[in-house]
């Protein structure tokens, strides 16, 4: 039985391999003599060879000798195929498919020396997503091949010769070039010369040759050009604003994977790459595409590269020379393209030369190198005509801590910036309106641990102002940079800071200040040598203005400073524990000669109170100093003069009442030599948080010769103290906005005064006489003390015009009596009835003389006489005097 059951499974094993054989044979013998007319009645495809095996248990095919052609070129809803091949092989043939779907696919194909035509189909129909006719191959082989690849419009795509080339899973249908990504696969083999791509009417792409050895793919004289000129670009595609030319002699990549939308790769090597980028003025730009692929690097080098770009007017914009690039771990994906900066990497080095930049103003870098924790920029050259800027740099460079992308802004941490030998100008641009200025790109407050300045000489200009510094250095730490809450620019914070420069100018409409020396601190000033000379001279001054102003000549042999003070933030402070002035020499001119200026004048008191910030200075020192006043007015001939000799001031608490719970009085106090005769010493207070701005003032001075004065009445007044001294001058005067009031005290002996001519050459007798009636010429040895009450004040005038009211209304009280105004009226009547006389005089002479002149037109004419009797009959003149 059971013998019977195995012969019966042998007959029958044998029999069904014999009808395998029978139809492999007879499906053979078909194929070699139908197929060809099969395919070409039931595909789109004519097709012979020569030689063709097929084993239909496995799908393998061998063909040989094979020519192909589209049945109908003109069907592009077909890949269209022409040309031959001299050998195929085909393993996992899918003929279920081929023969009842019409899709060709196979798990591996080979290819020998194919030469071949192939026009791919039209896009996938996006509104059913179905393919048409596509061609599946899940390997590829090709030996020296020779394929050209043209789109359904017939227009060139892709062409390479002596192809050598292995690809796994391969996929390409003209739906890839769409995205970008004409071929995909996952691994690779290729070898090839000549090659050509052309995604679009825009560039054309050339290789000279490809090679790969070990998954390591070379690629020589690659080149991408475009197919139309910049014109042609710009007229054809007004919407696009760049086009690119780039060329690589070599490049070299290892382990490329093309695998759906992402490409990958490692150890990038480009060789020597130049890239031109044309710019174009693009009247519309379009949306920003989505990008649809990912491109990941495992390592990208780039050696000796050139970069240019160029305007629209073919002038460059930007260009490098020899830059050199090492990146490690580069990732470009949609996530990254819509970010600040599109890529992501582990680690960055580039280097480069000759980096110029021109634009609205102009940037030249001799060499730079940048990585992640740092920077060095050498020899920059920055110019602007429209700026009028001129710079020359040294060196720029910087650490980092770190820099990464949050939220889609730069996020730095910067450790030190070293800014070297900055030579040149900077000319600041006029602001024609406020604008706003969101800098979105960077997150703030951006921290910066230290900037250095070093070894610089700058001139820097604000409306025809020039400051100029020399050997300039600065060390600024903990510096913070934040917007502007307002959107008007960015607002600095320093905690710690020291500048110093020599040498230091600065230029105004009027003034030339320098300073041999300047050290700026945190917490201590110190300035050597400070001059602020005018550069008109008073006359000049004088026609410049349109009304009355100061003209100061100030020097300072040294000024020091040292406390605490914050300037460059929104919360300024300055609290000075000490401020030293020495050796001061002040001249202060001023002319009555331009019109009143018509402001009121705030006293010192309201000044301080304006500042808007905490201020206070607990003890400043003036040593060692001269003070000058001089003034004129129409009727002057020349300046009076006041002088203020071995001035010595000190002031207590100099403040602008803004800080809570601290005194807000100001304590003057001076000591000097008057007129370099006599010792003045004045006390002066006031209260800065007092909003009535009353003040105190007393003084004294002792043994004036009273000609020593005359250097200041005499010029303007026409008076001078012919004899006379001031024994001792006393007054204690308080005041606010309105007016002064107080008590004077003067004790003098022999004061006897001159009335000069309007040219101060000659004395006026008379008139000299007459005031000298009325003068008190000497006070006694306990004069008595006079009030000053309720002098009024002109709020057009300072605060010194108004003490020297109260100081001018003691004198007249003293010298002219308590009824100083009466006396003062009688004066006045007394010298205008003598102007009165003198005039009647001069009118009487007037008229004797004008009697003479007409008598001597009406007598009769004499005969002149003859010879020497001449001289003796001439009627000689009367003198005007007569």
């Keep these: 039985m059971k013998k019977s059951w195995v012969k019966k499974f042998l007959i029958t094993t044998a029999i069904l391999l014999g009808i395998v054989l029978l139809a492999n044979f007879g499906f053979n013998f078909w194929l070699k003599n139908k197929l060809p007319g099969y395919i070409k009645k039931n595909t789109d495809y004519k097709v012979t060879y020569k030689i063709l095996d097929v084993d239909l248990t496995t799908g393998n095919i061998f063909v040989t000798g094979i020519t192909v052609n589209n049945k109908n070129p003109q069907n592009t809803e077909v890949i269209g195929i022409q040309g031959t091949v001299d050998t195929l092989k085909i393993s996992r043939f899918g003929i279920f498919d081929a023969v009842f779907n019409k899709r060709i696919s196979s798990t591996d194909l080979l290819l020998g020396k194919p030469n071949l035509n192939i026009i791919l189909a039209k896009p996938i129909d996006k509104r059913t997503g179905k393919k048409k006719n596509p061609v599946v191959f899940e390997n590829i082989r090709i030996n020296k091949g020779t394929i050209t690849i043209f789109r359904h419009t017939k227009q060139p795509f892709l062409k390479i010769n002596q192809l050598d080339l292995y690809v796994e899973n391969l996929q390409m249908t003209e739906e890839s070039v769409e995205n970008k990504l004409p071929v995909v696969f996952d691994r690779y083999s290729i070898k090839g010369t000549d090659f050509f791509f052309q995604p679009d009417t825009i560039y054309a792409l050339k290789i000279g040759k490809i090679t790969t050895s070990n998954g390591q793919m070379t690629v020589e004289k690659f080149r991408l050009d475009p197919v139309i000129t910049f014109d042609q670009f710009k007229q054809n595609y007004p919407q696009k604003k760049q086009l690119f030319q780039f060329s690589i002699p070599k490049m070299e990549f290892k382990d490329v994977v093309l695998k759906k939308n992402a490409i990958s790769l490692s150890q990038a090597f480009f060789h020597d790459p130049n890239l031109i980028i044309y710019t174009a003025n693009a009247t519309k730009v379009n949306p920003k595409k989505r990008i649809n692929f990912d491109v990941n690097l495992n390592g990208i080098k780039l050696e000796n590269a050139t970069v240019q770009i160029l305007k629209p007017d073919g002038n460059k914009l930007f260009s490098a020379k020899e830059l050199n690039l090492n990146v490690s771990q580069l990732e470009f994906s949609k996530e990254t393209s819509e970010e600040m900066i599109p890529v992501r990497y582990k680690d960055f080095n580039v280097t480069g030369r000759a980096v110029a930049y021109s634009n609205t103003e102009n940037i030249i870098c001799e060499s730079f190198g940048l990585d992640p924790k740092q920077g060095t920029f050498r020899n920059l050259a920055i110019t602007s005509s429209k700026a009028a800027t001129n710079l020359k740099v040294n060196q720029v460079a910087f650490t980092m801590n770190k820099w990464e992308l949050v939220d889609r802004k730069l996020n730095l941490d910067v450790n030190e910036i070293l800014i070297d030998r900055v030579s040149g100008f900077v000319k600041a641009q006029e602001k024609t309106g406020q604008k706003k200025t969101d800098i979105k790109g960077i997150q703030f407050p951006l921290a910066v641990k230290k900037v250095t300045l070093k070894n610089s000489n700058i001139v820097y200009e604000k409306g025809n102002q020039p400051l100029k510094f020399n050997n300039l250095n600065a060390s600024l730490n903990q510096l913070e940079i934040k917007q502007k809450a307002d959107g008007s620019g960015l607002a600095f914070n320093v905690k710690k800071y020291a500048i110093s420069t020599k040498n230091f100018a600065y230029k105004t409409k009027f003034y030339n200040m320098t300073v041999a020396n300047v050290e700026f601190g945190d917490d201590k000033v110190k300035i050597d040598h400070f001059v602020m000379k005018p550069l008109v001279s008073r006359g000049q ?85 001269i003070l000058v006043y001089e003034e004129d ?51 002066w207070n006031f209260d800065v948080a007092n909003p009535n701005d009353v003040f105190s003032i007393s003084g004294r001075t002792t043994s004036l010769p009273v000609q020593g004065i005359n250097p200041f009445i005499r010029p303007y007044l026409h008076v001078t103290a012919t004899s006379g001294t001031i024994q001792e001058m006393l007054f204690n005067f308080k005041g606010n906005p309105k007016e002064i009031s107080g008590t004077f005290n003067l004790k003098h002996k022999g004061l006897k005064i001159a009335i000069l001519d309007k040219h101060n050459h000659e004395k006026k007798g008379v008139l000299t006489a007459v005031a000298n009636l009325f003068i008190k010429s000497d006070s006694g040895k306990f004069p008595e003390e006079v009030a000053v009450e309720n002098v009024a004040r002109d709020p057009t005038k300072s605060f010194f015009n108004l003490f020297w009211r109260g100081i001018e209304d003691g004198l007249k009280k003293t010298l002219l009596g308590k009824n100083a105004d009466k006396t003062e009226a009688k004066v006045k009547k007394t010298v205008s009835a003598v102007k009165d006389m003198k005039h009647s005089v001069n009118e009487l002479k007037q008229e004797v003389k004008n009697s003479k002149e007409q008598k001597q037109k009406e007598a009769p004419p004499h005969k002149e006489k003859k010879g020497f009797l001449k001289n003796v009959f001439k009627k000689k003149e009367t003198p005007e005097t007569e």
């Design 541 to 625: 001054f004088i026609k410049m203005i349109p009304v009355e102003r100061d003209l100061y000549d100030i020097k300072a042999t040294q000024i020091l400073a040292n406390g605490s003070w914050e300037l460059f933030s929104k919360n300024k402070f300055i609290n000075a524990s000490n401020v030293i002035i020495q050796s001061a020499d002040a001249n202060i001119f001023r002319s009555k000669i331009p019109k009143d200026d018509p402001k009121e004048k705030a006293l010192y008191s309201k000044m301080l109170r304006s500042i808007k910030f905490p201020m206070r200075v607990n003890n400043l020192d003036v040593k060692n100093s």
């Design 633 to 683: 007015t129409p009727e002057s001939a020349g300046p009076g003069k006041l002088t203020f000799s071995n001035f010595n001031m000190n002031v207590k608490n100099l403040n602008s009442a803004k800080a809570k719970g601290k005194s807000s009085r100001v304590d003057i106090k001076i000591n000097c030599s008057f007129m370099n005769l006599s010792p003045l010493a004045v006390n």
